[in-house]
C-alpha cells in the first residue's frame, strides 16, 4: 500500500470514530468553544492536537514491538 493509500485509510478511519464519536450526542469541541475567546480555543485545539499525536505515536510504538 502506498503512502497516499495509507493517509486515505487513516483519514476514512479518522472520520469515522469522529461520527461515532459525536453523533448521538452534541460535538463537545463546541461547549469548549463556548467557554473560549476564539485565541483560547485555537491555543487548546494546538495542544489537543498535539497530546492526540503523542497518544497515537505510543499506540504505533507498542504495535511494532507487539508485530516485529
Known sequence: MSSPEHARLAQNAAEILFDEAFSNQANPLDVIADSMTPE??????????FECQKL???QIRIWEQGNF
Open 40 to 49: 483560547e480555543f485555537t491555543v487548546f485545539c494546538k495542544l489537543f492536537s
Open 56 to 58: 497515537m505515536d505510543r
